[in-house]
């Protein structure tokens, strides 16, 4: 076999029930991969999967049967090492010349042998939740005998039960130095990473193509992560920029039902692309009824936050404002603006932003109340969406359960009042800024999320 004809071939082995399937559909990102149950011997046949590289086949992971009856298949091949056939040969000879009772006895070891032979390098899978056992012993010996790498993924690392130093002093004895820790229920990137390289130093003539998918598959990885927090962050802004008009001819709760809806609707179009981002499903994740409670907020023009959002903008206006003071109680019809204490710069400033950003501040100049969504909503907009990045990030894709998402426990991040009131700034000067501000603007929103995840 010529070990740099692409796709790199690598067989997944094992005891049953010890989670290979479990590691393919995690490296795959695929929750359809093959069948995934807590019961022994699910796998039957060999199933086969490739990682694509620029649409090219690059690495093709086989799934196969879990061994079930090691001490007696090593015992046969033991037998026969004893008429001086090693290693490949010896494989090679029990399955060419096994019996129809052997065939019958081994069916599943002799599909696992085959493919021992066939690859390139073999991934042992171990339940770290099981004791060192006689059996898993005799299953490395048999394996070892196709003369190829091996190497051991340590899974279910975070069980209580984990007998994690056990197995490493075990594969020690062994011989097999070279392991991962790798938890397909608990996903972690990093341990992806350290599985590819555990294999650059078993196959040394494919170091280079490893390294290149290596590269390809952390920045699929970043960019992925970051789209996701880039939803949420299209979330927040416009949740913290959406305001509704209050008519006062219609029904208030039904108007506040309304807004209620308009939430939780975008709040659900946020989940659909996150899960659709990290090839996850909709039975993935439970998302329990947000208690929105949406308060009517007055947008107040004259905040110092407020007009520190307008820069350069209410700089200037300011200047004018002692000129066209009366120009604005002209507009406002003799309409009060609650304006005993602003001076003619901050009035000025009003009268400049409300020509270029029209009906939301002369709205609040002729005192409409405008419904909008409050701090405490989005506070537990904000801790949901950080919850559910957390546990998507790390969730693997054989996972069972559903990720359960209501209030995180953790605390609001800090800085995050800060955030509130530049998202409040937006609503004030999205519509007469250009694309690329308003977008620059989101970006410090999503940098932020970044570093609070």
């Known amino acids: 076999m010529n070990s740099l004809t692409l796709p790199l071939t690598l067989a997944v082995v094992g005891h049953t029930n010890t989670g290979k399937t479990s590691l393919l559909r995690t490296l795959l990102r695929n929750t359809e991969f093959g069948e995934v149950q807590d019961s022994a011997g699910t796998t039957r046949h060999v199933e086969a999967a490739q990682l694509l590289l620029h649409g090219q086949p690059y690495i093709e992971l086989r799934d196969t049967p879990g061994l079930e009856d090691s001490v007696a298949l ?76 091996i190497l051991p993924v340590l899974n279910f690392i975070q069980g209580e039960n984990s007998q994690l130093q056990h197995w490493r002093t075990a594969l020690a004895e062994l011989g097999l130095h070279a392991l991962v820790e790798f938890d397909t229920v608990a996903f972690d990137f990093e341990a992806e990473k350290r599985l590819y390289q555990k294999l650059q130093t078993l196959l040394e003539s494919w170091y280079q193509p490893l390294q290149t998918l290596l590269e390809h598959r952390a920045q699929e990885w970043r960019q992925m992560r970051s789209a996701c927090i880039t939803q949420v962050a299209n979330l927040l802004v416009e949740m913290a920029t959406l305001t509704v008009p209050l008519n006062n001819n219609a029904s208030r709760s039904l108007q506040l039902q309304d807004l209620q809806n308009r939430v939780r609707q975008r709040e659900q179009l946020c989940l659909n692309a996150v899960l659709e981002l990290l090839h996850f499903s909709a039975a993935d994740v439970e998302l329990s009824n947000l208690p929105v409670q949406n308060g009517e907020w007055q947008l107040d023009l004259f905040a110092p936050e407020t007009l520190k959002a307008f820069g350069m903008d209410a700089a200037s206006a300011a200047a004018a404002g002692a000129a066209i003071g009366a120009g604005i109680d002209l507009v406002l019809a003799g309409m009060s603006l609650g304006a005993a204490s602003l001076t003619g710069a901050a009035i000025g400033t009003a009268w400049h932003t409300g020509r270029r950003y029209g009906k939301d501040l002369l709205a609040r100049l002729r005192g409409d109340t405008i419904l909008c969504v409050d701090d405490t909503t989005l506070n537990l907009l904000l801790l949901r969406q950080l919850s559910l990045l957390r546990h998507l990030f790390r969730r693997g894709h054989a996972a069972l359960a559903p990720v359960q998402v209501d209030r995180d426990q953790k605390p609001v991040p800090e800085g995050w009042n800060e955030q509130i009131r530049n998202m409040r700034g937006l609503l004030m000067v999205k519509a007469g800024m250009g694309s690329f501000e308003y977008r620059s603007k989101t970006e410090g929103l999503r940098l932020w999320l970044e570093r609070s995840i």
Request: with cysteine; charged share 25%.
């Open 74 to 149: 090593s015992r046969q091949l033991r037998t026969l090492q004893q008429q001086n056939l090693r290693g490949r040969a010896c494989l090679e000879h029990f399955i060419q010349t096994a019996t129809a009772a052997s065939a019958r006895e081994f069916e599943q070891e002799i599909k696992v042998l085959r493919q021992s032979l066939e690859c390139h390098a073999m991934l042992y899978v171990i339940d770290c939740r099981e004791p060192v056992l006689e059996k898993y012993r005799q299953e490395l010996f048999s394996l070892s005998l196709a003369s190829r790498p």
